[in-house]
Nanobody, 129 residues
Framework: HVQLVESGGDSVQAGGSLRLSCTASKSSLSVNCMGWSRQAPGKEREAVAEISNRDNPTYALSAEGRFTISKDKAKNILYLQMKELRPEDTAVYTC????????????????????????WGQGTQVTVS
């Protein structure tokens, strides 16, 4: 039974940085697809960034240039490094794993969603003021 546990959420000032972590209880990072999404109060969930099993990333327009998704396979940890944070980044950030829906990860500036998720974490709160 695999679990995903996020950490690293915090309250920061605009312009600040945070690194979110998602630790898998068992090896999950070799699965097809993992990613981060976020949901702000009263808004729909937004896919922020994804990464394939070959480490190809996708980023939402809102995240491109400011967020970086990566993973440490040895430690079973998925990361989301965020910089230049804005108040509109305030949300609960959730990691998830699943299967790739598409093969063309290597096109210029691929946008989520590329992943069909089947396992979610509980989320971690990021507040930017």
């Amino acid at each position: 039974h695999v679990q995903l546990v996020e950490s690293g959420g915090d309250s920061v000032q605009a312009g600040g940085s945070l690194r979110l972590s998602c630790t898998a209880s068992k090896s999950s990072l070799s699965v097809n697809c993992m990613g981060w999404s976020r949901q702000a109060p009263g808004k729909e969930r937004e896919a922020v960034a994804e990464i394939s099993n070959r480490d190809n990333p996708t980023y939402a327009l809102s995240a491109e240039g400011r967020f970086t998704i990566s993973k440490d396979k040895a430690k079973n940890i998925l990361y989301l490094q965020m910089k230049e944070l804005r108040p509109e980044d305030t949300a609960v950030y959730t990691c998830a794993r699943g299967m790739t829906m598409y093969d063309n990860w290597d096109v210029p500036n691929p946008r989520p969603p590329y992943c069909d998720y089947n396992l979610w974490g509980q989320g971690t709160q990021v507040t930017v003021s």
